[in-house]
């Protein structure tokens, strides 16, 4: 046998070996046995109970190959930017706000974040609870807490917030449907998010996100103000001219430049700024070039419900074409 099939040899069977791996039943993997321990003594989980839940997970190659894929990270800011604010979303954001007003402008006096700002994430995220996903979440978590090293720590306590979650709730864990990422319901909340930040806004008892839309508003509302720290009554971004070469840019959400430092950089704002505001540059790829914004410490905050510069100025920009809606 040459080398080059010696070789094949060996690489055919490195390939035969992960898929055999993937086959294994997760119960019969170490990592899985000791995740099982851990919850036993950390939660007083019996070990039944969760390999009653665990076992009847599977393997989803498909979850592992989108998790490669994500928009975010490959679209250009113009594509991105039609594809999330549609004419077609629009008109799905005005029948919801038609439905549910009240329920966000009472989010907006309780949580200081804009109705149309509330509505424009659910909407971005799930089109209203239309596309909430339909892989199950304790599928989409073992793959990605087992089978997927790259992220497969924030995803184990993601599993973890899971499982605490659904006996705190009384929710059914092998029944629950989300995104590949294991986000549920209409505001796409990780099961971290879901616990900490989700409330029962309609007073009925339970903190229902996944169907209940009422509940979804105020948690949304909540997040942003708890998490996200929400500056009411302050802007997200303003756009922003270039006047010059363009700027190599710091990656970043959190403000951090000074007026007099931005426009060094040849950036200028279309709007003033105020005095002493820090500032965050973003810069937005377009199929010819570049476009400009500033954004504050609510850019940040948005960014603390997803880390993508795309996202945020998503939710921004919708949130501008539906705030019509709440004054009609």
């Known amino acids: 046998m ?28 170490e990592e899985v046995k000791d995740f099982i321990i851990k919850m036993e003594k950390e939660h007083k989980f019996s070990s039944s109970e969760l390999e009653n839940i665990l ?20 679209m250009t800011w113009s594509r991105y930017r039609n594809i999330m ?27 200081g974040v804009p109705a ?17 996903g339909g892989t199950r979440v304790v599928d989409a978590l ?15 306590i993601q599993l973890e917030e899971f499982l605490l979650l659904s006996r705190e709730e009384g929710l059914n864990p092998n029944k629950i449907k989300g995104s590949i990422a294991g986000a549920m319901g209409y ?24 169907n209940n839309p009422i509940d979804a508003i105020g948690s949304v509302a909540n997040f942003l103000s708890q998490k996200g720290k929400w500056s009411p009554n302050e802007p997200i971004v ?24 931005l426009e060094s950089l040849k950036i200028y ?22 476009e400009y914004r500033v954004g504050f410490d609510n850019y940040y905050s948005l960014s603390r419900y997803n880390r993508s510069k795309l996202y945020v100025m998503a939710v921004s920009d919708f949130s501008d074409e539906i705030s019509k809606f709440f004054k009609e």
Do not use: C
């Open 55 to 74: 076992g009847t997970a599977v393997h989803q190659e498909r979850v592992i190959r989108i998790m490669n894929k994500q928009p975010e990270g490959t």
């Open 187 to 210: 505001g796409q909340f990780m099961p971290d998010s879901y616990r900490n930040y989700a409330v029962d806004f309609d007073n009925d008892g339970i903190r229902d996100i996944v």
């Open 238 to 261: 303003f756009k922003a001219k270039l006047r010059g070469d363009d700027p190599q840019i710091k990656s970043a959400f959190k403000p951090y430049m000074s007026k007099k430092e």
């Open 142 to 156: 073992m793959t990605l807490s087992f089978d997927y090293p790259r992220r497969s720590k924030f995803f184990k």
């Open 85 to 111: 604010v549609s004419e077609d979303r629009i008109n799905q954001a005005k029948e919801f706000i038609e439905s549910y007003k009240d329920q966000l402008l009472k989010a907006q006096d309780i949580y």
């Open 2 to 29: 040459n080398k080059r099939s010696i070789f094949l040899s060996f690489s055919l069977l490195l390939i035969w070996s992960i898929a055999e791996a993937d086959q294994t039943p997760y119960l019969k993997r």
């Open 116 to 132: 149309e700002v509330i509505a424009s994430i659910i909407g971005i995220e799930t089109r209203y609870g239309r596309v909430t």
């Open 269 to 290: 704002s279309e709007e003033s700024l105020p005095m002493g505001q820090l500032v965050v540059p973003v810069k937005l790829p377009l199929e010819d070039g570049w």
